[in-house]
């Protein structure tokens, strides 16, 4: 019954390395978002996207980037990772009514050395 | 001052305690609000939605709105060792707009 399915639980990447994180749903939403996770700060808005290949700024996209080519598919991109990207990284979906909440995924744990 | 405040916790409790945890908040037009759980490892998932002030209840779950204090609060009646997670607060202004979330508190509940 997994709905928001994110491909890595666990990553250990270098500096400088590009990163790519990847989430799929299976609820035909149309709005998906992606989160960083940290001790204290709670949940922080990266990016998030209203349709295929559209996307807007969250409140720390810098260093970040994103890919939306298939509606199911949201790609959390880092150029050039580095250890301030350290981090819990979550993966959301709602529908475009905008009604209930968000659906995550079980979350990327990475670590960049 | 952040926009949406949780004691961090941990806050531990014995197991058929009834447990209040609170989120404050610094924009009264906030209009929306959730309760999410969040076990370790995993990621949250949604307990409770309200909107505007007053309570709603859900089995052994009550949030509760008080607008004019910018506080809200989530109870949980009985409570279990299977209730011990992470609780985050979430809000927003309009209907569909994205939610800002409090930092979490953290529960324990000691069998």
């Known amino acids: 019954d997994v709905k928001v399915t994110q491909s890595s639980r666990y990553l250990v990447k270098r500096t400088g390395e590009k990163v790519f994180l990847e989430c799929v749903q299976d609820m035909d939403h149309e709005n998906m978002f992606w989160y960083r996770q940290d001790p204290g700060l709670g949940l922080r808005l990266i990016y998030f996207s209203y349709d295929v290949k559209m996307k807007e700024k969250g409140d720390i996209p810098e260093g970040y980037s994103v890919s939306r080519e298939k509606k199911e598919r949201f790609s959390l991109i880092l150029e050039s990772a580095s250890t301030n990207q350290t981090s819990m990284y979550l993966c959301?979906?709602?529908?475009?009514?905008?009604?209930?909440?968000?659906?995550f995924g079980s979350g990327t744990r990475l670590t960049v050395v | 001052q952040k926009e949406v405040e949780q004691d961090p916790g941990p806050l531990s409790v014995p197991e058929g305690a009834i447990v209040s945890l609170n989120c404050t908040y610094s924009?009264?037009?906030?209009?929306?609000f959730m309760w999410y759980r969040q076990y370790s490892r995993k990621g949250p998932e949604l307990l409770m939605y309200?909107?505007?002030?007053g309570n709603k209840e859900d089995g052994r779950f009550t949030a509760q709105v008080d607008k004019s204090s910018k506080y809200i609060s989530l109870f949980i009646r009985d409570s279990q060792p299977s209730d011990s997670a992470t609780y985050l607060c979430a809000m927003s202004l309009f209907y569909g707009q994205n939610f800002v979330f409090g930092p979490g508190t953290r529960l324990s509940v000691l069998p």
């Open positions: 924009n009264s037009a906030f209009q929306y």
């Open positions: 309200t909107y505007s002030s």
């Open positions: 959301a979906s709602r529908d475009s009514q905008g009604a209930g909440g968000y659906t």
